[in-house]
């Protein structure tokens, strides 16, 4: 069974309802930040008097209001929701405003006065770490003898591979909406990917249990990471306010103030050293990976450690050594961004790649065809794969006749001299799971009406990725009735307890399977009570397309009729799922386990066009092999790929985060910070469902798909570099991401120095 996205009709009418569509009630208070015009400092005074003194503006909160604690890190407590006396990035929330509208909420941010003694500003995380600045303690991940396989090695090549921030540009901002009730509790609409996380925090913040924080969350205008932690402080924010004041409180981010006052995908710097034998084997590995965490550590060690994860992408290197600094800079907290440090890390092994080939004469595809990782090989951190890579590899070779492009391309570059072409092979491979294993649970709640239809709750989080659809097919599935018999509701903490943020792609395998057990349940006890009235063994009972059938023959008796009965026998028709990751275990003390359900892996193949006089490219086609397992739902799927690939692609070639030394964020607003449009997009775009179907844990077969199609976009990448590099070998590119026009141009017409 696949169905359209059930959010399809209201989306398209606008009736889809986000945070600032829910009605407000009388009386309803905004809030505004007023976050610090300075990097790094110590406070020396701060001034509300004359924002205070507006006309509309009800209170000002500082940290001095903040009755539990004055805290909202997530894995580490070094975040607090308001500064004390140390401001560590521009645009850290100091006061908070409330007024009667928010257009007065902003006007009186503008009149707090601040004196801050500066300190010293660091934005660069290599200089964070030469002065011992880490957020966590780093981090290995060892396979072999790197050092000793070093010394056999025919051919090592060094370098360093850079990879800039990406910002979420989620179509709807931050916000959060809250409402006092009864009995010292609260409940608090949030665009959060983790209610459970803001009603943590929430409780703490104002010194009451959980039970007493209800949050609501119906959908998102996209979260992409940004919202997996990142979302408690403003949900928590109009809480506090909430709570002092009596009074509904409500904040929606202005763009520019979520951008300046956010966290972004986290910045890398790396160096690399890969060793070959004549062969083209890959036999040694070693990076080191420098993170730009930012002010805090928010979800930082969590991304660095899925770098390691993925730090020889979807090859098998027998002798690795990866190491990890997550270093901390005077930058908002960069967090969680589709992929969640697993495209940083890949870009490293993809940039090592090239420089070995380039120097050996050889092409990329050739050492990178040779490695992919095969079933029965061990990874770095000790799990046994279980290879799709060479399915996808050779699937993409002979379905899109890469011969054939390559000689055009060859026959292209040779007959042109102002423009070049560039093609690239972009293989993946990413583990389905959380890192942290005690995520990896999800529970459902399934309630079956007396008149047969359905309404389910889940703690998955709809974000535009239709995993609410997925719930929906789930239920429909096992219960074998029309999709239009299920509704879904929002995502709730008082409806489903202790949620996973919807993250790490594996919202739908772990929520769905929680559906699935409630369903069965469910689905057992109508059998048992239909066996019951039909005087037949339950065995022989099967509901199918909303028909009860004893031994496959239909018995008269309806799924509706059924239902009734069987409520009218007193027949519980309700049930609660609880799902945990089978089989799945990790100890960071050894850096090694198990920790994936599963890989998806998936082969792309790009080609270019760049204007060798201008520095302007096009990207000509990505076509790519995807591993889906057994999709339960192609067009979502299809959206997915289409969306990552493109998001990939963005943060590869034209979006670049640009903070002055002071700390300040200048690329600020959709003018000085470039996203994909529909012109940027490849002008041809191919997927192939691979349908694999090697025992896995993605809910009915159906792979996980939300964040690893990102990582084909490193293909775009290199696909540009090597057209560069046709215009002029001897270009001295080098390996820093974004490959931006200007980028490109000064790559054409650079020149290596001789070594
Ligand atoms: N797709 C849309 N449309 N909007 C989003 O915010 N987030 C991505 C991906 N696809 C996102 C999206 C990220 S970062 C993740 S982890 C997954 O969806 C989360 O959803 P899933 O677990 O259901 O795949
Ligand atoms: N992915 C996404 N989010 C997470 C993870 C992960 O592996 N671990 C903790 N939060
Ligand atoms: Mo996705 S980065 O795990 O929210």
Same mark, same amino acid.
């Given at each position: 069974?696949?169905?359209?996205?059930?959010?399809?009709?209201?989306?398209?009418?606008?009736?889809?309802?986000?945070?600032?569509?829910?009605?407000? +009630?009388?009386?309803?208070?905004?809030?505004?930040?007023?976050?610090?015009?300075?990097?790094?400092?110590?406070?020396?005074?701060?001034?509300?008097?004359?924002?205070?003194?507006?006309?509309?503006?009800?209170? +000002?909160?500082?940290?001095?209001?903040?009755?539990?604690?004055?805290?909202?890190?997530?894995?580490?407590?070094?975040?607090?929701?308001?500064?004390?006396?140390?401001?560590?990035?521009?645009? @850290?929330?100091?006061?908070?405003?409330?007024?009667?509208?928010?257009?007065?909420?902003?006007?009186?941010?503008?009149?707090?006065?601040?004196?801050?003694?500066?300190?010293?500003?660091?934005?660069?995380?290599? /200089?964070?770490?030469?002065?011992?600045?880490?957020? /966590?303690?780093?981090? *290995?991940?060892?396979?072999?003898?790197?050092?000793?396989?070093?010394?056999?090695?025919?051919? /090592?090549?060094?370098?360093?591979?850079?990879?800039?921030?990406?910002?979420?540009?989620?179509?709807? =901002?931050?916000?959060?909406?809250?409402?006092?009730?009864?009995?010292?509790?609260?409940?608090?609409?949030?665009?959060?990917?983790?209610?459970?996380?803001?009603?943590?925090?929430?409780?703490?913040?104002?010194?009451?249990?959980?039970?007493?924080?209800?949050?609501?969350?119906?959908? %998102?205008?996209?979260?992409?990471?940004?919202?997996?932690?990142?979302?408690?402080?403003?949900?928590?924010?109009?809480?506090?306010?909430?709570?002092?004041?009596?009074?509904?409180?409500?904040?929606?981010?202005?763009?520019?103030?979520?951008?300046?006052?956010?966290?972004?995908?986290?910045?890398?710097?790396?160096?690399?050293?890969?060793?070959?034998?004549?062969?083209?084997?890959?036999?040694?590995?070693?990076?080191?990976?420098?993170?730009?965490?930012?002010?805090?550590?928010?979800?930082?060690?969590?991304? %660095?450690?899925?770098?390691?994860?993925?730090?020889?992408?979807?090859?098998?290197?027998?002798?690795? =050594?990866?190491?990890?600094?997550?270093?901390?800079?005077?930058?908002?907290?960069?967090?969680?961004?589709?992929?969640?440090?697993?495209?940083?890390?890949?870009?490293?092994?993809?940039?090592?790649?090239?420089?070995?080939?380039?120097?050996?004469?050889?092409?990329?595809?050739?050492?990178?065809?040779?490695?992919?990782?095969? =079933?029965?090989?061990?990874?770095?951190?000790? #799990?046994?794969?279980?290879?799709?890579?060479?399915? !996808?590899?050779?699937?993409?070779?002979?379905?899109?006749?890469?011969?054939?492009?390559?000689?055009?391309?060859?026959?292209?570059?040779?007959?042109?001299?102002?423009?070049?072409?560039?093609?690239?092979?972009?293989?993946?491979?990413?583990?389905?799971?959380?890192?942290?294993?005690? @995520?990896?649970?999800?529970?459902?709640?399934?309630?079956?009406?007396?008149?047969?239809?359905?309404?389910?709750?889940?703690?998955?989080?709809?974000?535009?990725?239709?995993?609410?659809?997925?719930?929906?097919?789930?239920?429909?599935?096992?219960?074998?009735?029309?999709?239009?018999?299920?509704?879904?509701?929002?995502?709730?903490?008082?409806?489903?307890?202790?949620?996973?943020?919807?993250?790490?792609?594996?919202?739908?395998? %772990?929520?769905?399977?929680?559906?699935?057990?409630?369903?069965?349940?469910?689905?057992?006890?109508?059998?048992?009570?239909?066996?019951? #009235?039909?005087?037949?063994?339950?065995?022989?009972?099967?509901?199918?397309?909303?028909?009860?059938?004893?031994?496959?023959?239909?018995?008269?008796?309806?799924?509706?009729?059924?239902?009734?009965?069987?409520?009218?026998?007193?027949?519980?028709?309700?049930?609660?799922?609880?799902?945990?990751?089978?089989?799945?275990?990790?100890?960071?003390?050894?850096?090694?386990?198990?920790?994936?359900?599963?890989?998806?892996?998936?082969?792309?193949?790009?080609?270019?066009?760049?204007? !060798?006089?201008?520095?302007?490219?096009?990207?000509?086609?990505?076509?790519?092999?995807?591993?889906?397992?057994?999709?339960?739902?192609?067009?979502?799927?299809?959206?997915?790929?289409?969306?990552?690939?493109?998001?990939?692609?963005?943060?590869?070639?034209?979006?670049?985060?640009?903070?002055?030394?002071?700390?300040?964020?200048?690329?600020?607003?959709?003018?000085?910070?470039?996203?994909?449009?529909?012109?940027?997009?490849?002008?041809?775009?191919?997927?192939?469902?691979?349908? =694999?179907?090697?025992?896995?844990?993605?809910?009915?077969?159906?792979?996980?798909?939300?964040?690893?199609?990102?990582?084909?976009?490193?293909?775009?990448?290199?696909?540009?570099?090597?057209? /560069?590099?046709?215009?002029?070998?001897?270009?001295?590119?080098?390996?820093?991401?974004?490959?931006?026009?200007? *980028?490109?141009?000064?790559?054409?017409?650079?020149?290596?120095?001789?070594?």
């Amino acid at each position: 069974m696949s169905i359209r996205n059930i959010d399809s009709f209201t989306h398209t009418r606008g009736e889809s309802i986000y945070l600032d569509d829910i009605p407000v +009630i009388a009386g309803t208070l905004y809030a505004a930040v007023f976050g610090s015009p300075v990097a790094h400092g110590r406070i020396l005074k701060l001034d509300l008097a004359e924002a205070s003194a507006m006309e509309g503006v009800v209170r +000002i909160f500082t940290y001095k209001d903040v009755p539990g604690k004055n805290q909202i890190g997530g894995i580490v407590p070094d975040e607090p929701l308001l500064a004390e006396d140390i401001v560590d990035f521009n645009g @850290m929330p100091v006061a908070l405003v409330v007024a009667e509208s928010q257009e007065i909420a902003h006007a009186a941010v503008k009149k707090i006065r601040i004196d801050i003694e500066q300190h010293e500003i660091i934005t660069d995380p290599r /200089v964070a770490q030469s002065k011992g600045q880490l957020l /966590v303690p780093p981090r *290995k991940f060892k396979i072999g003898d790197s050092d000793t396989a070093f010394k056999q090695c025919r051919f /090592v090549f060094e370098g360093i591979a850079e990879t800039n921030g990406q910002e979420h540009l989620y179509i709807e =901002t931050q916000g959060a909406y809250a409402v006092p009730a009864e009995n010292n509790a609260i409940k608090v609409y949030s665009s959060t990917q983790g209610p459970t996380a803001v009603q943590k925090h929430m409780a703490a913040v104002l010194g009451i249990p959980m039970h007493r924080v209800e949050i609501d969350t119906t959908r %998102l205008g996209g979260g992409f990471g940004g919202k997996e932690d990142q979302a408690t402080a403003w949900a928590v924010f109009c809480a506090l306010a909430a709570w002092h004041l009596k009074k509904p409180v409500k904040y929606s981010l202005h763009r520019m103030e979520d951008m300046r006052m956010t966290g972004k995908r986290n910045p890398y710097s790396s160096d690399f050293k890969i060793g070959l034998d004549e062969h083209l084997k890959i036999i040694a590995y070693e990076a080191t990976f420098y993170q730009n965490g930012g002010a805090a550590a928010d979800l930082s060690p969590a991304v %660095l450690e899925r770098t390691l994860f993925h730090c020889t992408n979807s090859y098998y290197i027998p002798n690795v =050594t990866a190491t990890a600094y997550s270093c901390k800079t005077n930058l908002p907290p960069n967090t969680a961004f589709r992929g969640f440090g697993g495209p940083q890390g890949m870009f490293v092994i993809e940039a090592a790649i090239a420089k070995a080939a380039e120097a050996l004469g050889v092409t990329a595809s050739e050492i990178q065809q040779k490695n992919l990782v095969k =079933t029965g090989d061990e990874f770095p951190y000790g #799990q046994k794969m279980v290879s799709e890579a060479a399915e !996808c590899w050779d699937k993409a070779i002979s379905l899109y006749d890469v011969q054939e492009l390559k000689n055009d391309i060859a026959v292209f570059n040779a007959s042109n001299s102002l423009y070049k072409k560039g093609i690239s092979f972009m293989p993946i491979c990413f583990g389905i799971s959380f890192t942290k294993i005690l @995520m990896n649970q999800a529970r459902a709640l399934v309630h079956v009406y007396m008149d047969g239809s359905v309404n389910l709750s889940t703690g998955a989080v709809e974000m535009g990725q239709g995993v609410n659809t997925k719930m929906l097919q789930v239920a429909a599935t096992v219960f074998s009735i029309s999709p239009d018999k299920v509704k879904l509701s929002s995502t709730n903490t008082y409806r489903i307890a202790n949620t996973s943020p919807s993250a790490a792609s594996a919202t739908a395998d %772990l929520n769905g399977k929680a559906v699935q057990i409630a369903c069965e349940q469910i689905l057992e006890r109508l059998k048992a009570s239909a066996a019951e #009235q039909l005087n037949c063994n339950v065995s022989a009972i099967e509901i199918k397309e909303e028909a009860v059938l004893v031994n496959g023959r239909p018995s008269g008796l309806s799924w509706n009729e059924l239902v009734l009965s069987s409520y009218l026998k007193r027949v519980n028709l309700s049930e609660h799922g609880h799902y945990a990751t089978p089989g799945i275990h990790f100890d960071n003390t050894i850096e090694k386990g198990h920790p994936f359900a599963y890989h998806v892996y998936g082969s792309a193949v790009t080609t270019v066009t760049v204007d !060798c006089i201008r520095g302007t490219y096009e990207i000509d086609a990505v076509k790519l092999v995807h591993d889906f397992g057994t999709t339960m739902n192609p067009l979502i799927d299809r959206g997915q790929i289409e969306g990552g690939l493109v998001q990939g692609i963005g943060w590869m070639t034209m979006e670049e985060i640009v903070f002055d030394a002071e700390g300040r964020l200048r690329s600020n607003a959709l003018s000085t910070y470039k996203v994909p449009d529909i012109y940027s997009v490849p002008k041809e775009l191919d997927i192939h469902f691979l349908e =694999t179907s090697n025992d896995n844990l993605a809910i009915f077969r159906s792979k996980a798909v939300g964040e690893p199609p990102l990582m084909y976009g490193i293909g775009t990448y290199f696909a540009l570099r090597n057209a /560069v590099k046709a215009f002029n070998p001897s270009s001295d590119i080098g390996f820093s991401a974004p490959m931006t026009p200007e *980028k490109v141009l000064m790559g054409l017409y650079s020149k290596k120095e001789n070594k």
